[in-house]
């Protein structure tokens, strides 16, 4: 099996917060980024859903969209993904419907199934009574279909009277529904509805090979899709050097170590305050199992990598989530770092199919 000369690169964007950072310099950075991406060919640029977490200031995707596609004029911008638990699908459907008027054509909605995050935010986010219950899913990505379809949806309400419900009237294109996933709940359910779907491979790092051949093998043809889309995430680091590029991403990884094992959450650590920390042996050993599963490296090395994976899981395209931190003293409103790595990328990776 070998790569297709046409292999192609998007980018997925937590927007991180760095300790030398507000919110506003985080929003910045990922702005910059965003254009920079652009500007180097990538396909599309897509915005998670996370929230009260201090180095994460991604909590609301159909805003970030809008600045992202507003400042951008190539790529498709999108959801990476919305936690539809946390949402009404009448208020999703309309937010992107929303977004699809305003950039047409460029614009995917990729949902997921978890609350992307902790019990407390969950119960905060139903106090407004507009979010969606875990167990109808399904049903409500159906219906999210339906509601950004030129004809809307048609709902049957008492004495037999049909209520006709569209997101936006007249719309003219529709914006591309993804489901995504970290299990192989969601790989079956995009190929009973005919959906792209996408396996978070930089979250868990095992199990793709599985969810893949489930939607593959499950597949059933749809309007909206003939047959099986799919790519792959993973997280990146990428330098000049392999060193530079290992001490970039320290901060992450000791961040994720952090994050599973249970204890407090800070804003990006700097470079220098990672290669300063003490990890306990069971936390080092699980830094050094999550580092194997991500791209870190110089140029060649990342790229010969990147395109491994993509031929090793049969796609055509690959989705890096740029996760280098930053030395002290650097520009708050820009990610450097995270620019290099695609700069570095684009130029060894994707660029007219050349090995690296």
Known sequence: ???PPSLRLSV???????????????VAASVALAVRADELGFERYWLAEHHNMPAIAASSPPVMIAVIASRTSRMTVGSGGVMLPNHSPLVVAEQFAAL?????GRIDLGLGRAPGSDPVITALLRMSGTTSDVDSFPANVRDIMSLVDPDGATLHI????????????????????WLLGSSDYSARLAAELGLPYVFAHHFSGSGT??????????????????????FLTVNAVVADTDEEAQALALPQLQQMVRLRSGLPLTALPMVEDAAEADLAPEHATLLDSMRAT????????????????ASRFDVDEVMVSPVASARV??????????????ELLALHAFRNGDQP
């Not at 997925?12 to 985080?26: G, I, K």
């Not at 090979?209 to 799919?230: C, H, I, M, Q, W």
């Open 12 to 26: 997925l964007d937590l927007v991180p917060v760095r300790r030398d950072q507000t919110s506003a310099d985080a």
């Open 100 to 104: 699809e008027a305003a950039f047409p």
């Open 209 to 230: 090979e599985r969810a893949l051949d489930l939607y593959r093998t499950g597949f059933r043809a749809s309007e909206a899709l003939a047959e099986p889309r799919t």
């Open 294 to 309: 991500w791209i870190i490296g110089d140029a060649h090395g990342a790229a010969r990598d990147i395109r491994e994976l």
């Open 158 to 177: 008492g004495g037999g009277r049909e209520y006709t419900v569209a997101a936006t009237p007249r719309a003219t294109t529709v914006p591309t529904v």
């Open 329 to 342: 003293g650097g520009e708050p409103q820009r990610s450097q770092s995270r620019e290099r790595t695609l």
């Open 1 to 3: 099996m070998t790569v």
